[in-house]
């Protein structure tokens, strides 16, 4: 079993590099990897073959199913048969051919991109007989071949879609078939106890050349050179087939690796071969020289690998165990030393004494063996020295070593010695340039001198110093000691110039940024250029002595320096190029150079390396080694190359519906069209890294909507809400552990309107808007003629009572002028009538004396007495006449012959009273007749 660690470690391994490792000692560790268990891919622990797809999506037969990873997420595609795969491949149209338990097939998107099973077992008229299984399935320039003991089926493709096809099967007339491979375009069939064969149109035709090797079990051929083909066996022996034969490759493994299975073998780079064996995998050359054997490196568990290795898109080569899966880099000039190494601890320095390479840690000295072994060696704790080792210095006869305890040295005997007991840990150490005076900075005790004198380490004491904590010591070109010194919760950096005559005199001066040194410094201050150079979290510094100031260099510094983690020394190599720790999982290079044209190379990309402390460049093996704070060592050789990492759109969400996107090998997917509205829409996305998968982020945008990226962040899925009508396009680029940015993933699609809102909808809408408008016109023109005619009502109402008003008020001033006019002629007629009455009254009088005088006279004539009646009536009427002409009360005229108007003296009627003056008497309207 795995140690828990690795399952950890595993997950930061990236993409590849194209240098080799050739050049590489296999005793400088074992290649990069990375393990699968049954609990990773929610599987059974039994994998049978792999294949991976265009666009770097790995499949795996396992026996819950077909097993789908793109770097991040897991899926399991189950058989519509529910029978267990055996053998993979995909085509260049991305299809995955399966060979099943009891069924052979294909599986290939459906209508909503999802990957489905489908048994080519209706498309074929023939019998076959599957009880035996199929075994393997390979896709080749001639067709997919589905190979079984009983039969070989080759399937050509003829139509658009893959069951569309013609089939040719090849029986094994009992002889099972053992190998059907592809080599440089020809087919190698081989049939149990028979000769090497190839195909030749629909012809199985043996190799003549290789008939005398028969009865050999023959597994898997793989290109050798031009002219030869490596074959593999059952019995654990390699082949090598060429025009003048076949001849065995002598190959000689380690004792206790028990090869006794070669079931597959694929060409690496630098005429290498990977075998896949029943023990682990063996690295060859072409000679058969094992150049490695990677079985249980770390715990990792390598037994039965069932098939050759398939190589992804990355340079990762995936290995199917009994129990799990492997993913290895052997194409690289990076190599690992894990725990399993023997080394303990935090490494915090790396060095060369006596031509052995040490590596002093948390837990004591070790030390890397000089021999050339074909396993991963184990490094060795020097004896006496177990104590966490935080700084080191070396002369040519001596390496000293500043511990917990105090000083310990080594001499050219490489033992170690012990000076001390010291209070304090000791945390800083140098030597002078002349290699005669040494000092020791501990942490409460202040500092220490040593001399030091033909082999001898003379101690002269502790310093007397007002300083008590000393750090990180060293000296620059003049002569000058620099060491960090701490105290009152603050460190800053001291100097004291050292008298060689009186070197245990010192008095140091602090500076920080009144000085131009600001921020907290990181490591040790380092040489350059005969200038002592300081980082901290603000910068990169130059110490200039005529100024005695620090200068800033390099500005801007083209690396965040805040999250830089201490280191003991920085490494600086030939090329002015500082190595630098500069955050979790961001191991760089930077160049000091102002005009550089690369000014920061990122390593360790695709390296399970979280913190590194220590660097090293051994100019033994040319390698730069980097120690961990978890005791690892990385190896790297040459300068590596990065590959730009790739983004792929998985999956849209839309609502409940699933739809898997799958584009072949285009970066722009095909564009779909939705009905809108559309309340909920997820994407999701990978990159299909297979290193380090937790450290990849992502940026989207969606186009139609915004213009702008987002932040980057490590979800790998992105919500939108309510996306009305419109083209949209979904936009998703990546960023791997490196900090390198992809090719952005493009997905167009449409939201249509709702039906509501389609366009002959709206013209309905708009015909029954218009409708509304109109109806809502006449009723109110309705209102408003109903509203004009009760005003119209109201306004004839008020103007009739207005009218009645004002006739009332004129016949109320029409009637009083009546009644001051009758009043007047009241009053005229009163006047008129005083004046008749006093004129009339006095001749009447004299007419009635007169005539009543003349009655007297007994004598009158009978005639003349009736006369005088006569003028007594006339007399008496006309005294009448004026009585009613001066009692008047009102003036009522009647018509009088001719239309002439006359003074009505007769007084009016009562009311209720009927009675009316005869029209012919004297007092009628009508003129008296005499």
Known sequence: MRLPLLTWLTLFILLPFSLSIAGVPARYGGPLYNTYEPEDYHGEGQNFDLAVNSKNIIYVANAVGVLEFDGTRWRTIESTTHSIPFGLDCDEQDNIWVAMQQDLGVLFPDSSGTLTFHSLLPQITDSLDIASGVWRVRATTQGIFFQSPKFVLRWR??????????????????????????????????????????????????????????????????????????????????????????????????????MSVCFGSIPLSDDRFVISTNQGMVVIDRAGKVKEVVDKLGGLSTRNILREATIDHSGGYWFPFDYGLARVEFDRSMRILDR???????????????????????????????????????????????????????????????TVRGLHYMGKDNKVHHLGPFIGNCVGITVSEDQKNLYLGSELQGLYHFRLKDGAVLPSGRLDLPQTGFDRITFDSAGNLWAMVTGANQEKLHRS?????NPTQLEFFSYGSDKGLPGTTIGTPFM?????????????????????????????????????????????????????????????RVSLDQDSERPVDRLLQRSPILRVLAFFHDPVSNLTIFGTDDGQMVFSGEEEETTKPVVLLREAIIGDESIHIRSGKKKQYRSSVYQ?????????????????????????????????????????????????????QFEVRGRDYSRIISDPAIYSFTVLPPWYRTSWMLVIWTLLAGGLIY????????????????????????????????????????ARKAAEL???????????????????????????????????????????????????DQVSRMSKLVDKLTGIESIRVVDYAGGIKMLDLKPPPQPGSTDQPPKDTPYSDSPEKE
């Not at 005619?789 to 306004?795: C, D, N, S």
Request: glycine share 6%; charged share 25%.
């Open 528 to 588: 350059l250029e005969d200038s002592l150079r300081v980082l901290t979290t603000e910068g990169y510094f130059t110490y200039n002595p005529e100024l005695d100031h620090f200068l800033p260099t390099l500005r801007p510094f083209p690396v965040d320096l805040s999250n830089t983690f201490l280191m003991e020394k920085p490494l600086v190599d030939e090329s002015n190029r500082i190595y630098l720790s500069a955050g979790p999982n961001t191991t760089v």
């Open 822 to 872: 009758e009043s007047n002629r009241l009053k005229t007629v009163a006047q008129l009538a005083t004046t008749v009455a006093h004129e009339l009254n006095n001749p009447l009088a004299v007419i009635q004396g007169r005539v009543e005088v003349a009655d007297m006279d007994k004598q009158l004539n009978p005639e003349l007495r009736q006369v005088h009646d006569s003028i007594r």
């Open 497 to 501: 110039t050292l008298d060689l005559n």
């Open 775 to 814: 109806l809502l016109i006449q009723v109110r023109t309705r209102q408003l003629a109903a509203q004009q005619l009760r005003l119209e009502a109201l306004v004839r109402k008020r103007t009739e009572e207005l009218k009645q008003a004002q006739e009332a008020e004129i016949r109320e001033i029409e």
């Open 340 to 402: 399993g190494s023997g080394i303990g601890g935090a490494i915090f320095e790396i060095l060369r004494f006596n031509n052995n390479l040490y590596m002093a840690t948390g837990t004591g000295l070790y030390v890397h063996p000089e021999k050339d072994s074909l396993s991963v060696p184990k490094l060795t704790n020097v004896d006496g020295m177990q104590l966490a080792i935080h700084h080191t210095a070396q002369t040519d006869e001596q390496l000293f070593l500043a």
């Open 157 to 258: 493709v003829t139509g658009g879609s893959p069951l569309e096809g013609e089939a040719k099967i090849f029986h094994a007339d009992g002889h099972s078939f053992t190998l059907v491979c592809e080599v440089d375009s020809t087919i190698f069939i081989r049939q149990h106890r028979s000769p090497i064969s190839r195909l030749e149109g629909d012809s199985i035709v043996p190799v003549s050349q290789w008939s005398d090797h028969a009865r050999i079990s023959y597994v898997h051929a793989t290109r050798f050179d031009e002219d030869h083909v490596l074959f593999t066996t059952f019995r654990g022996r390699l082949y090598v087939g060429g025009p003048d034969g076949i001849d065995e490759l002598k190959i000689q493994v380690p004792e206790d690796f028990d």
């Open 676 to 728: 809108g509205p559309l309340a909920s829409v997820r994407f999701v996305y990978t990159m299909t890294s297979f290193d380090a998968p937790e450290m990849s982020q992502f940026q989207y945008r969606l186009v139609g909507r915004g213009d702008e990226w987002s932040a980057w962040s490590n979800e790998t899925y992105r919500d939108f809400n309510d996306l009305r009508e419109g083209a949209y």
